[in-house]
């Protein structure tokens, strides 16, 4: 009802490019067109299709599984071939799902991997995970770049040039091996030059939150706008024309004032802006989300939407350095970032978008997420006096999803924010 | 017409309420164990605030008479636990109703048996009971109507032989809850006078008896004043009581907080997170707190605060109960004793017993082994009470640590083990910070409540004189 009178242009444009991606895996055998398992952070989209390749992502197959409730049965079955209750549930959703029959969220098979490629080694689990899938699938190709970690909150040449010589020596001899395609660096430079295209669209539309009411939420909403840029359509027009699409009615609701769209229609009242860090919950997506629309909170910023590329700060791929350009994207991604960078990147979002709060959702499983968060929180609030909250939950176990835990701290941290605003500005003017 | 407040915090354990005066004064508190049916617990502890509310401005207006003379003190304390007991026995008479008809009702053969050795118990305990309000200190140990019968009925039916053993235990287990969610209204006037008639008595009954060698002098002068003087003080009382008994005690606003608050039958804008209840309550009382810890029924929370009472940052436990009051109330079911012999036992200890489980079940087990490889037993409760509170300096530790001054709040704070862990490692961790542990820690959340109450709800904050006291 009010969900199918907000569709919007943007909307129906992605849902069509997922499922042609998903029709084309489905064929890939009738086309001869060589599949590649590969993960979000650091994805080398633009290198696989330069090879032909079709993308597959086990960590959105797992996320979409959870939303539609399957996660939990694959995580049992997982369970049931001893991954330990504490393995990362992403991976076990994927494990599971493969062991199921590897039906995808379109209700098609998905087609075995001929290329493992991990391009980025900063969460350890994706390494064993892929070390699994090798054991499942013992033809596939396996690549493995290591991602140097921005330890001294930067990249140096020297760590580009430790990378490229991996994507010289053994990536993209080893691409060419498999798809026996040449690799064509003219044709590489084509599609950074529409990532960086796409990029400068998607920066420009997570900026808009800017503006109050903000037209969008930039993590309810945001994880799927990030959806075309993330799972292999970075390089793309499409991927440029959905951005500029998206844009165009961002950019309409915010001439007409408008807050965000939710499942139940547009969001009426703009009471809180939020800063959140950490990946949602998949399980009970919206249901978490519901939550906060229904007490008027809009999140502004998320570090989530920035695991598959941080653009804020003006880096873009650059086509005239295509190799180069490529390692620094999988050194720049979010996860790989020290963490006073990621201080600094979120302290920026909360000033830039005046956010009135910080959230963290803490994921049980993830290491990658979960490492430092604590301190983070600290060092934000100590430097903005910003009100912090702390939730915890699960990437895609519903076990893990406790509904009354967390409306409960929901609603005092919405109280809090609400109290110190009311009350903070009572206190300011008896001061004066 | 005096303006008063009203707070509610519907734990999952105890519901409390405590009613302010428009100084934040609390001029009222009412407990009460929190039952399936929340709605009567907190009417139930709403009306034991509001008596205890006309206590306090009966015990205002005789200020002077109790400062200056020992018997109007005395008296006073005394009717308080006096006009407990009366309302305790309207209950016990309609328990002792619902007990026979259960009986009654039951299919054994032997039902007049049953009922004839169920008079035996309460013509036995009543007295007992009876006489622990009237001439001990019962009224002040803030027990629950089921708590005071089961302990001593229990207690009698454990020496029944079997055949009445069963049954009556199934009576009782059948009759309590139904009578404990009778909302009972009482006449507070009635029971005023029902009081001092027992207390008439008992002052009659004292000028006849000689005097006991074992109390302090003190006592039998207080004591020896009443005897004499009681029939003064009920003249004095009379003049009052009247007035007192039909004082409107209008609740100009009311804030619900606590587990239970979305059930409470009270607008949306008079709900409030125990969060920032706990912390506002916490703050009145001691204006210098910058960090609460709160460990109630089922949850224990980190709080931080500003020099408002405003909080920055919570943290609260997940997943686990292990490090909050229901894992006392399990601990105190495995060992068969009452909640309150905890503590005082944990105090024995020569050593902590080393308990690893995080898990309030496996707990259970860790502690039967434990007894069976012969530890003792107040070692082991002393383990298990540190291991409560090393859970909640975790969660101090990850909400921002103790910041001077720091305040435990809680019906927990009243473990005076708890207590003791708490301090130790508050000190250990964070050096010398000032500790505020009050008697009222059970009810900060009601009062924070009803301080909000007052505000109507974050309208207008702290009068300036406040303010400046706690900058």
């Excluded at chain 1, 906060?292 to 999140?299: E, K, P, S």
């Excluded at chain 2, 009311?254 to 059930?263: D, E, F, I, N, P």
Aim: proline share 4%; glycine share 6%.
């Amino acid at each position: 009802m009010a969900q199918e009178a907000q569709k919007e242009m943007s909307m129906i444009i992605q849902k069509e490019m997922v499922s042609d991606l998903f029709n084309e895996l489905a064929r890939a055998k009738e086309t001869g067109k060589k599949v590649c398992y590969t993960f979000i952070p650091g994805n080398l989209s633009e290198l696989i299709r330069t090879f032909d390749m079709l993308p597959v992502y086990p960590e959105i197959n797992a996320l979409q599984s959870a939303m539609r409730k399957k996660s939990g049965g694959y995580i049992k079955e997982a369970e049931k071939h001893a991954h330990s209750e504490d393995v990362c549930t992403y991976v076990k959703c994927d494990v599971g799902m493969m062991l199921k029959g590897n039906i995808g969220p379109t209700g098609e098979k998905i087609p075995e991997p001929d290329v493992l490629l991990l391009s980025y080694t900063g969460c350890f689990t994706f390494m064993k995970w892929f070390e699994t899938l090798k054991r499942e699938y013992p033809n596939a190709k396996v690549i493995m770049v290591h991602t140097p970690y921005q330890e001294n909150s930067e990249i140096t040449p020297e760590m580009t040039q430790y990378m490229v010589k991996q994507f010289k020596e053994v990536v993209i001899p080893k691409l060419e091996e498999v798809t026996g395609i040449k690799y064509d660096e003219a044709k590489l430079k084509r599609h950074l030059t529409l990532s960086a295209e796409a990029e400068d669209w998607i920066t420009r539309i997570f900026d808009t939150t800017k503006h109050r009411p903000s037209p969008i939420d930039a993590y309810f909403a945001g994880v799927y706008y990030i959806g075309p840029i993330n799972i292999g359509f970075r390089g793309t027009q499409e991927a440029v024309d959905y951005y500029k699409e998206l844009y165009k009615e961002i950019m309409e609701r915010v001439a007409k004032g408008l807050g965000p769209i939710t499942p139940e229609g547009e969001m009426k009242e703009e009471k809180f802006r939020l800063v959140v860090e950490g990946p949602p919950n998949w399980t009970n997506f919206r249901e978490f989300w519901k939550i906060f629309y229904d007490m008027g909170a809009v999140i502004v910023a998320s570090s989530y939407t920035k695991v598959g590329g941080v653009y804020d700060n003006g880096w873009r791929h650059d086509p005239e350095r295509p190799l180069e350009a490529l390692a620094e994207y999988c050194m720049n991604c979010y996860t790989n970032m020290n963490i006073p960078q990621r201080i600094d990147l979120l302290s920026k979002c909360i000033k830039d978008y005046q956010a009135d709060g910080y959230l963290t959702n803490s994921i049980k499983s993830c290491n990658s997420f979960s490492a430092g968060q604590l301190a983070m929180m600290r060092e934000i609030e100590d430097r903005l006096e910003v009100p912090v909250g702390f939730i915890e939950s699960d990437l895609v176990d519903p076990r893990y999803f406790s509904y009354s835990n967390i409306k409960n701290r929901l609603e005092s941290y919405f109280q809090m924010l609400d109290q110190r605003r009311v009350i903070g500005a009572d206190i300011k003017e008896v001061e004066a | 017409m005096n303006k008063y407040y009203l707070g509610i915090d519907l734990g999952s354990t105890t519901s409390k309420a405590v009613i302010i005066n428009d100084r934040d004064e609390i001029i009222g508190r009412g407990i009460t164990n929190t039952r399936a049916n929340y709605k009567v617990a907190a009417d139930i502890a709403r009306e034991e605030a509001i008596y205890d509310a006309r206590f306090t401005l009966l015990t205002n207006r005789l200020k002077a008479e109790i400062d200056a003379k020992p018997e109007f003190r005395r008296y006073m304390e005394d009717i308080r636990s006096v006009f407990q007991y009366r309302q305790f026995k309207r209950r016990m008479d309609s328990l002792e109703r619902m007990l026979k008809k259960t009986v009654s009702e039951f299919q054994y053969d032997n039902r007049d048996l049953i009922i004839a050795k169920l008079d035996e118990i309460l013509s036995t305990i009543m007295p007992q009971i009876r006489h622990e309000f009237v001439n001990e200190d019962l009224g002040s140990k803030n027990q629950f109507f089921r708590d005071i019968v089961s302990e001593r009925y229990n207690v009698m039916v454990a020496e029944s032989h079997k055949e009445f053993f069963e049954p009556l235990m199934l009576a009782f287990d059948k009759s309590i809850t139904p009578v404990e969610n009778e909302m009972v209204k009482f006449n507070f006037k009635e029971l005023v006078d029902e009081s001092m008639q027992v207390l008439e008595e008992k002052y009659r009954g004292l000028a006849e008896r000689p005097l006991e060698e074992n109390k302090e002098d003190w006592y039998y002068a207080e004591l020896n004043a009443v005897k004499d003087n009681y029939k003064n003080v009920e003249l004095t009382l009379r003049e009052h009581i009247d007035s007192i008994a039909s004082d409107d005690i209008h609740i100009s606003n009311m804030v619900g907080t606590g587990y239970g608050r979305a059930l409470l039958p009270f607008p949306e804008d008079c709900i409030k997170s125990e969060i920032l209840c706990h912390a506002f309550g916490a703050h009145a009382v001691f204006p210098n707190t910058r960090t609460v810890l709160d460990i109630g029924g089922q949850d224990t929370k980190a709080i931080q605060v500003d020099s408002h009472g405003l909080v920055t940052s919570f943290h609260m436990n997940d997943r686990c109960a292990a490090g909050c009051g229901r894992y006392l109330g399990y601990i105190a079911d495995e060992f068969s004793i009452s909640l309150n012999e905890l503590g005082p036992e944990a105090m024995q200890a020569d050593k902590e017993t080393t308990i690893c489980s995080t898990c309030t079940v496996f707990a259970g087990a860790e502690v039967r082994e434990l007894l069976n490889n012969g530890e003792k037993r107040p070692n082991i409760l002393a383990g298990l009470h540190k291991a409560i509170v090393q859970r909640a300096m975790s969660l101090i530790a990850r909400s921002g640590g103790v910041r001077n001054e720091f305040t435990f709040t809680g019906g927990v704070a009243r473990n005076q083990a708890v207590l003791k862990y708490v301090s130790q490692m508050v000190k250990d961790a964070y050096g010398d910070v000032t500790m505020n542990i009050h008697t009222d820690s059970i009810f900060m959340g009601a009062l924070g409540g009803a301080m909000f109450a007052r505000r109507n709800i974050a309208a207008h904050l702290p009068e300036p004189t406040k303010q400046t006291e706690t900058a």
